[in-house]
């Protein structure tokens, strides 16, 4: 069984920084691709941000600049650097992973569970 759990949401004021976490755990053969998704009240869930297992990143055009995604794969962990927040910044953010269970030939999406980010004066 494979597992991602989220850590590092919480409430800051516009302008401030965050550092979201996320491991992979359990019965894991392979990472493929990570990244983080958010969705905001009313809204529906969107990309943020992706990093392969090559390290090549992709980010919606909207946190550009601001944010930077990474991974450390000796830990099965990615990252989420987030500068500069906005108050529309302020979603559930989950992370996402493509993992090759060790009994399986398939990779699978697996999620978490979600951190809620609120960017408020």
């Known amino acids: 069984q494979v597992q991602l759990v989220e850590s590092g949401g919480g409430l800051v004021q516009p302008g401030g920084s965050l550092r979201l976490s996320c491991a992979a755990s359990?019965?894991?053969?392979?990472?493929?691709?990570m990244g983080w998704y958010r969705r905001a009240p009313g809204k529906q869930r969107e990309l943020v941000a992706t990093?392969?297992?090559?390290?090549?990143?992709k980010y919606a055009d909207s946190v550009k600049g601001r944010f930077t995604i990474s991974r450390d794969g000796a830990k099965n962990t990615v990252y989420l650097q987030m500068n500069s927040l906005k108050p529309e910044d302020t979603a559930v953010y989950y992370c996402?992973?493509?993992?090759?269970?060790?009994?399986?030939?398939?990779?699978?999406?697996?999620w978490g569970q979600g951190t809620q980010v609120t960017v408020s004066s």
């Open positions: 996402n992973a493509a993992i090759r269970a060790t009994n399986s030939n398939n990779f699978n999406d697996y």
């Open positions: 990093i392969t297992s090559g390290d090549s990143t």
């Open positions: 359990g019965s894991i053969d392979t990472i493929n691709s």
